[in-house]
């Protein structure tokens, strides 16, 4: 039985600008509720292992629901470049199949935090940095540049100028490939609808918009990319979407826990609130048969 039976894919074919910040000195970072968070860096979600662990059991989801670690149509490519690596497994495993290819990996936590957690192949790279204050690469030097799962990382202002540098490091007839998600469930019950109304007041405060990564095809062609193409892929939600359901109600429910201490402290909820209504989604999911929808957009230089 395939792991998402009731998985729908659809097809289909003004932002404000920004500059970028000047660089800070020395990173630095917090605990907020024993979760360690970066304060240098308008990044939402915690920098700690059990952060890292959730990004490793999504890249295995995302793998399983794409049928694989990338959608555009990239041949032997001499350099690859990952933006926001975090773990490095994505890169890792792009490694093993184009073994003559080198494949960089850039984030802005330094390697040293997430090594042991994977080992990297001989033509893995790292390099450290924000993308916010642009990419240290030359010009056209990557023929596969990709980006997964940056909404929470990158404020709305800032989408076009990244994307803008992710452009200028891809060589022409290289590819560009952005796989992200948005706030957009299907069929919500009351408590999904009490998260997507404390999201909106959090991307009220912080500057994040996710509803921008409905309209990526429009930000990539206004880069100048050619043959722009989206997939929107609408999961099932839960139990009641089988197995694949199951898997994406657990990363789910580890974003909403992992976002705690950010709801808590900026908006002010109470840790008895924020749990109950965490407590009532994976219930409600199934009542209510919800979807919710990921979003993967890719084009050409």
């Not at 990239?74 to 792009?94: A, F």
């Not at 990709?146 to 007839?173: D, I, K, N």
């Not at 694949?244 to 900026?266: R, S, W």
């Amino acid at each position: 039985m395939p792991l998402f039976p009731l998985l729908r894919r659809r097809h289909r074919g003004i932002i404000p600008t920004f500059e970028p910040p000047s660089s800070s000195a020395t990173p630095t970072a917090t605990v907020i509720g024993e979760r360690r968070f970066r304060v240098d860096v308008p990044y939402l979600f915690p920098k700690d292992m059990p952060e890292y662990d959730r990004l490793t059991f999504q890249h295995y989801f995302l793998k399983t629901l794409l049928g694989g670690n990338y959608v555009a149509p990239i041949d032997s490519p001499r350099r690859i470049l990952d933006v926001g690596c975090g773990t490095g497994i994505w890169g890792r495993e792009m490694a093993q199949p184009f073994p003559g290819t080198q494949v960089v990996g850039f984030d802005i936590e330094p390697h040293t935090l997430v090594s042991h957690v994977i080992e990297m192949p001989s033509n893995c790279l790292f390099v450290q940095g924000n993308v916010l204050q642009g990419l240290p690469f030359s010009d056209h030097d990557f023929d596969f540049t990709h980006q997964r799962l940056m909404v929470a990382a990158l404020p709305a202002r800032a989408w076009p100028y990244v994307v803008s540098e992710l452009v200028r490091v891809t060589r022409p007839g290289g590819w560009i490939e952005l796989v992200e998600a948005a706030d957009t469930f299907e069929h919500m019950g009351p408590m999904t609808r009490k998260f997507m109304e404390w999201w909106h007041n959090l991307e009220s405060k912080t500057g994040f918009d996710a509803s921008l990564m409905t309209r990526l095809p429009t930000l990539l062609t206004k880069a100048g990319l050619s043959q722009v193409k989206e997939s929107i892929l609408q999961v099932p939600l839960g139990a009641w979407g089988g197995r694949g359901g199951e898997l994406l109600a657990k990363d789910l429910h580890a974003i909403f826990t992992n976002l705690k201490p950010v709801y808590c402290t900026q908006l002010k909820l109470s840790e008895k609130e924020f749990d109950h209504t965490l407590q009532k989604l994976p219930q409600e999911w199934d009542t209510h048969h919800t979807y919710f929808h990921f979003y993967i957009t890719y084009g050409q230089k």
